[in-house]
């Protein structure tokens, strides 16, 4: 079954860092581009970043350049999104999705293969 998986959510005080991960199975993830996205109800989807499937290059939204990092470790099927430096407004949930394409950069509405279902983020101040 082809699933990816998000985890590493969770409750934070604003300054505070998390690290998320999304976990691939069903298909080997190294072949693929990998897009995080983020979604406050009532706001519009944002493109955090992209991470190549080398993982040799990586892309982000202007606010959270210099915050946050993508990695991936190819071996483990798994991406990671390290998020430091939090604000209140990076409260959202966060979803990892992959393209077969070889994308360098993904927008709000990107037709990605595979999508995770999310894990929330929650930014106190």
């Known amino acids: 079954q082809i699933q990816l998986v998000e985890s590493g959510g969770g409750v934070v005080q604003s300054g505070g860092s998390l690290r998320l991960s999304c976990a691939a199975s069903g298909f080997i993830l190294a072949d693929y581009a990998v897009g995080w996205f983020r979604q406050d109800p009532g706001k519009e989807r944002e493109a955090v970043s992209c991470i190549t499937s080398s993982g040799g290059r990586t892309n982000y939204l202007d606010s959270v350049k210099g915050r946050f990092t993508a990695s991936r470790d190819n071996a483990k099927n798994t991406v990671y999104l390290q998020l430091s430096s939090l604000k209140p407004e990076d409260t959202a949930v966060y979803y990892c999705?992959?393209?077969?394409?070889?994308?360098?950069?993904?927008?709000?509405?990107?037709?990605?293969?595979?999508w995770g279902k999310g894990t929330l983020v929650t930014v106190s101040s």
């Open positions: 999705a992959a393209d077969r394409d070889p994308i360098l950069r993904v927008g709000p509405y990107s037709d990605m293969d595979y």
